[in-house]
Every structure is written in C-alpha cells, then in structure tokens.
C-alpha cells in the first residue's frame, strides 16, 4: 500500500471521510486594487448565502466550501486565478472575474477547462459568447441602458446630452457603444463626446468641454474609481445637470467616493435596496446583521447567484469524477428559475460572434433609481 493511500485511510478513520463530499466552488474577485469597491461586496453576498445554504443542509448534505481568490481586477492576474482554481485547486466552477475586462482574460480558461464560469458583475457584450461553460446573473448594459436612459429623459426633461466614456476597458467601452445605441435609437442629440483612461484623476478639460455644449445631462460609462471623481469635479464647475450611469456607478461607494456631490445619479439595475419582497428583506436584514452595513446590488446578485447554482446542483448526482460534475453541473444550470433577493430570475441563451448559441446572459427586468440625499431612490 502507497503512503498515500495509507494517510487517506486514516484520515477517513480519524473521521475526515465526510469532507471527501465537500463541494468546492471558485470565487475569483477583485479583492485589492480600485475594483475592490464592488469585489468586497461580492464575496460578502457569496459568503452569507454560503452560511445559509450550509447552514440549511447544504447541497443533499454535502456542504459549500468557496475557495476565495484575488484577482485584483487585472487581467494578469485573472488568468493567474483562474488556472489556479481550475486546474490546481479543481473546484467545481468558478464565480467571478469582479470586471469584463478581466473575465475576457479569464473565462476562455476555465471554457478550456470545461469549468463553468459564472459572472455576477460583467455586464458588457460579447462575455458570454466566449463559450458554452460561460454563465452571469449581472443584467447586459445592452438591457439596461435604453431604460436607464427612458427614465432619466422623462423623468428630467433631457433634450440633448454629452457622453463621457473610458476607452480602454472591455465594460465602459461597451457602455458606451450600448448608450450610443439607445441614444440613436431614441433620437436624443449628443452635443459632445469625450473620453478618459484608467487612472486619470484630472477630468476638467472634458468637463470644461461638456459644459460649454449645453448639455442638459451628461451620459457617464466609468468605474467608480473614475465616476466618482467626475461627478465631483462636474460639480465643482459648476455643471449640476444629472449623470445617467451604467453598472459601474450603481454601487453605494459612489455615496463615500463623490461625498456630498452624488446626487442626481440615474442607474438601473434589477435590485434595489427598497424593493420589499420577502426573498429581499430577508437578504437585506441578514446582510446587515453579519456584516454591520447595508449591501448594494453587487452583494445581492453574488447572493442569487450562489443560490442559482446550489438549485442546479441540487438535480445533479455528483459522481466524484470531476470533470463529469462539471459537465452535468453545466448542463442543469439552464434549466434554473429562482426568485432571489434580485426578484425572479431565469437565464436566456446567448450567441457567439457567428451567431452560433454559446453561454447564458441574464433575463432579468431592471428597476431605474436615481440618487438623493445618498440613497437610490426610485
Ligand atoms: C463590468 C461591470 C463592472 C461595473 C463590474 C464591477 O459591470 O465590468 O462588466
């Protein structure tokens, strides 16, 4: 007999054998770095409904243990996480990458892998094309923004707006070509395009530019690590008009980021903190009582997201072979219809770049809020 086969031996006769059904599952989240804002939310949404499920007998009594990696929001470093909870670690899938512009790097890894990939963050096109083992509950731009966008308008009187993007990020770029659309199919005017870089602290000259155009609002696609300096230096010259925000601005950070100079925020996004349904005041009170703050949206679709997974893997019987599991786990997540704290959710097949079906997007309705004395309101 192998050593090995010894020491397995015994640590099932010490008792460990039941740790053999343990079910490990991937979190790759922006942990360190500026996309943490919205990754620390997301491993607390994971961890609590973890708790809960495990709490509750877990998956046919087999219990949830999350493997937790920081990906740092770098696409470096998502493919580093990836191959480590894929192929070292072999977790049965993995949640994450925090942003698009790292799940590009990541997720044609674990496709690779035959591991499924789940987003609950990534909101920009073309994600879930990269492959059949491709999944997100985090609602498109392209679904979101024309509403956002219907709200705001109505909402605000907007005759004509100015559009303020980053250009080099997988998510903001797709922002804004989804409210280019919305836009044009809406027939607003744009009086004035501009764009900024990672990184860039310094808006004034765009800002400077947008005020002189006369725009009624300004149309933002940012991070937060950008938006939210740009809503306060909008602010200091004196352009008071409303912002309309895609999902990088739909955080409650923006409140402590843009202190004092975040109102008038438009987002749209299927949770909202005043939404009373008793999935979501059950998730609201259990994450404020475990955490000592409220969650915001990207807390609440890891949470569903969890949730999402564990009903697939409720129907699959878990053979021990691990690349079977994956598969079958793969194949029963279509099939999923939960109603979590997100309200009722189901997954609609998305296609590849040639229009061959690939991953599933989210089919989910968003609910437009606008902020006000630090609160989304709707
Ligand atoms: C994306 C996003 C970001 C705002 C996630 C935090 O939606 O990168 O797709």
Do not use: C
């Not at 509950?137 to 009187?157: C, F, Q, R, Y």
């Not at 989804?178 to 044009?184: I, P, S, V, Y």
């Not at 306060?232 to 925000?245: E, K, S």
């Amino acid at each position: 007999m192998s050593f090995k086969k010894t020491a397995i031996l015994s640590l099932a006769a010490l008792g460990f054998a039941a740790s053999a059904a343990d079910i490990k599952i991937g979190v790759a989240e922006a942990l360190s770095g500026g996309a943490a804002q919205y990754g620390a939310a997301i491993r607390n949404g994971f961890e609590l409904a973890a708790a809960e499920i495990n709490a509750a007998g877990g998956v046919n009594g087999n219990q949830i243990v999350l493997v937790v990696a920081d990906e740092q929001g770098k696409k470096e470093e998502a493919i580093n996480v990836f191959k480590k909870l894929v192929f070292q670690d072999k977790v049965l899938m993995v949640f994450g990458p925090t942003l698009s512009n790292s799940a590009q790097a990541g997720h044609p890894i674990a496709q690779a892998g035959k591991t499924v990939a789940f987003g609950t963050s990534t909101t920009a096109d073309g994600i879930t094309a990269i492959g059949d083992y491709v999944f997100r509950n985090s609602v498109t731009e392209a679904d979101v923004l024309p509403e956002t966008i219907k709200v705001a308008v109505k909402n605000a009187g907007i005759k004509k707006v100015a559009v303020l993007y980053g250009n080099d990020d997988v998510f903001t770029k797709s922002g804004y070509d989804n409210f280019k659309k919305a836009l044009d199919d809406l027939k607003i005017p744009v009086t004035t395009t501009e764009t900024f870089a990672k990184g860039d602290v310094d808006f004034k000259a765009q800002l400077t530019k947008i005020k002189a155009s006369g725009a009624d609002a300004i149309v933002l696609s940012a991070l937060l690590a950008e938006g939210a300096p740009i809503m306060v230096q909008a602010r200091q010259l004196g352009l008071n008009v409303p912002f309309i925000g895609g999902n990088g601005m739909n955080s409650t950070k923006v409140f402590d980021l843009a202190k004092g100079q975040s109102d008038n925020l438009y987002v749209g996004s299927p949770w909202s903190a005043s939404n009373t349904t008793p999935e979501n005041s059950k998730f609201i009170k259990a994450y404020t009582e475990k955490y000592k703050m409220a969650p915001d949206q990207f807390a609440a679709q890891a949470y569903d997201a969890l949730y999402i997974a564990t009903q697939a893997l409720k129907t699959v019987k878990l053979s021990g072979n691990l690349a079977a599991d994956r598969t079958a786990l793969r194949d029963a997540l279509p099939a999923v219809k939960w109603t979590g704290a997100t309200g009722p959710f189901q997954f609609r097949r998305a296609n590849d770049k040639a229009g061959k079906p690939a991953g599933y997007d989210a089919q989910q309705a968003p609910i437009v809020s606008v902020t006000k004395g630090a609160e989304f309101v709707i």
